[in-house]
Structures are given as C-alpha cells and as structure tokens.
C-alpha cells in the first residue's frame, strides 16, 4: 500500500472495494517498522514524484531488490547500485501548466498524486539546487503547450526544450553535446555506473560490431563501445541524430548513423550485410520494445550479444518472455541501478546471450 512499509500496522480507510481487491489509504501508522523516517519535503502530501521518501535509503534499496526478485524468480540479479546521495541528483526537471490554457505568464508545477492536480513547489529535493529558480518563475506556455522540460549544462547554464540549440553534459570523462529537445539520463553520477557496466559486457563479448539502438546522443556509443571497431546507431530524434554526428566528429570516430526507427530500421540494417561477432544495445522509452523488434532479437540469427536498458521492469519483463521465447536466449545477468532515488523507478540493464 502506498505511504506503508513491510512489518507495519497501518488503520486504512477502504476508498474501493472489488470483487478480488481494496483499495485504500491511510489514515495512521499505528505500528511503524524501523526503517521509517520522517519524509524531509513539505509537499510529499500532495505531489506525486515520491514514493519513498518515508523509509531510510537503505530500506528503500532493500524494497527495490526485493520487487525485481520477484518479478524475476531465479534469475541472477547483482546488488542494486546506489546513488552516492538519494537527494539533489536530478539535472533536469518538467513542470506542467497549472490553469486553464492562458496567455498569461504562470508558475509551474509537478502533476500531484492524484494524476490530476498540479502540485506547485517552491522547491524539489530531488532536483539540482541550481534548479531552483525555475520552480518560483512564471512562464509563459502557447496553448498547445501544457508543460516545460528545464535541463542543466555541465557550466550550470538552464536551458529548455523550447530552445533549438545544443548543449554539453559530462557524464564522469566525457563531455557529450546533447540537445534540450532529447532525451538524456536525468542521474549523471549513476549513468556513469550504468555505462560502465555497459562497457564490462561489450569488452567481455569482444565484438567486431556494436549496436546502439535508441541511442540518443550516442552515450553507450561513447562511454562504453569506443573500442568496437565498427559502431552502428538508430536514432528517431532528429535533435539527438545531430548531436550524435558532432559526438562522433569531435571523437574522430566513425560511426555509422541511421535517422529512422529502431523497430523498422535495425532489422533491414542488420539483413543487409553480414556482421561479424555483434553486441546490441537497446535503451527504449517506458513503454519498452515494439512486439515485432522484440521477436527479431530474439530470433535465431541476430546478434550474439544484447544489452537490455530498461527504466521499467513491467515492460522489460513483457518484452523478455517475447525475446526468450523461441528458446535462442537467455538472460546471463540483471543489473539494477538506483537512478531514480526517492521515487517507485528502477534502471535495470540486463545481458541476454
């Protein structure tokens, strides 16, 4: 139950009552475990970013092992990474419109708990302090609008996705051009962790190829293929294929980019030509992998190795039994990594051979 922890006492009142289920919430803690803390942000009530921040970090870690032990039984899944500080770590936020589409100049806010009403702050404990201005400035949003993404360079400069421009995040060594209208992690200290264990498959693999689908500004490419002689990227932003161009240029490495879909694209790019010894890496948005890509990947055939990046294990679990299911793989490993501190999501990065 939302707000509870295991081993508590709770008093609920019942807000729906179904044939196989209650849903309620609660009204005491009556009997609190011992991880339980009091929750530090004053709006936690209301808005609905967090989901953990009434239990100890630890705990939290703890309750985020034990859900992927249960969504994947018998599995070989390695120690969750922790982020070095559950608060403070996010370099980019949205906020959403809070009246009725206006041409008047407003703050902004989070989508509260009830997925309905905004929660205006004046401040998160999540984001980076050098966000906090954005959180007590009005905007102006046209009316097709109903939110704002704010992002920080790795200068501390703010910049939105209402921008055409371009801008650098360094993610531990490297300094990567990324554009605000992209999509780049949100925890810099625990993608580097991520790469890195990235890197630790691909060098065990040895490839003579790599591929990086969904893959942004290039940040596996980058960090954790650099050695892999040939590179191929699928990426459908047009802002992040530009970025990924300057990437490679700056780098003086040949990377083979595809503008297009990885669901499409990737199969008529991997059926064109023999590939020698190959690594795929995969990072799709929440919603997972399109059923047919899915099945291709999992086909005999297809690449030796895949790296699966998910920020969803319901959807990563879904697309699995899919990839698994002609019996051509098998999940070697699952990695979870804490890039979202505080709140219900887990990263996971799985190696499937």
């Given at each position: 139950m939302p707000g509870a922890l295991p081993g508590e006492t709770v008093s609920v009142r019942i807000t729906q009552d179904k044939k196989n289920f209650l849903r309620g919430e609660i009204v005491e803690v009556t009997g609190p475990a011992s991880g339980r803390v009091r929750p530090p942000c004053p709006y936690v009530s209301h808005c609905g970013g967090c989901q953990y921040q009434h239990a100890e970090y630890a705990e939290e870690l703890k309750l985020k092992e034990a859900q992927l032990r249960e969504i994947l039984?018998?599995?070989?899944?390695?120690?969750i990474v922790a982020a070095a500080d559950p608060y403070g770590y996010r370099n980019s936020v949205t906020l959403h419109r809070t009246m009725a589409a206006t041409p008047r100049a407003q703050r902004l806010g989070f989508i509260g708990r009830d997925n309905l009403t905004p929660a205006v702050v004046d401040r998160c404990l999540l984001a980076d302090e050098r966000l906090s201005a954005v959180f007590q400035t009005k905007f102006q949003l046209d009316k097709k609008t109903d939110h704002m993404s704010f992002k920080l360079s790795e200068s501390g400069e703010?910049?939105?996705?209402?921008?055409?421009?371009?801008?650098?995040?360094?993610?531990?060594?490297?300094?990567?051009l990324t554009s605000p209208r992209g999509f780049f992690q949100n925890n810099l200290a625990v993608a580097q962790r991520l790469a890195a264990k990235v890197k630790e498959w691909v060098d065990r693999a040895g490839p003579e190829v790599f591929f990086d689908l969904y893959a942004g500004p290039g940040t596996f490419s980058f960090l954790s293929a650099r050695q892999v002689p040939?590179?191929?990227?699928?990426?459908?932003?047009r802002h992040s294929v530009e970025a990924l161009k300057m990437n490679a240029a700056e780098r003086g490495m040949n990377v083979h980019v595809v503008r297009g879909r990885a669901e499409r694209d990737f199969p008529r790019l991997y059926a064109k030509r023999s590939f020698?010894?190959?690594?795929?890496?995969?990072?799709p948005p929440r919603q997972g992998l399109a059923p047919e890509l899915a099945r291709f990947l999992g086909a005999p055939g297809g690449p030796e190795t895949l790296i699966y990046i998910s920020c969803d294990p319901a959807t990563f679990t879904r697309d699995l039994k899919i990839i698994m299911a002609k019996g051509a793989r098998r999940?070697?490993?699952?990695?979870p990594f804490d890039m979202f501190p505080r709140t219900k999501h887990i990263e996971l990065a799985a190696l499937i051979v």
């Open positions: 039984p018998g599995a070989i899944i390695e120690p703010i910049v939105t996705d209402r921008e055409e421009r371009f801008y650098r995040v360094r993610v531990g060594p490297e300094s990567l040939e590179i191929y990227c699928v990426e459908d932003n020698g010894p190959a690594v795929a890496c995969v990072d999940l070697v490993s699952a990695a």
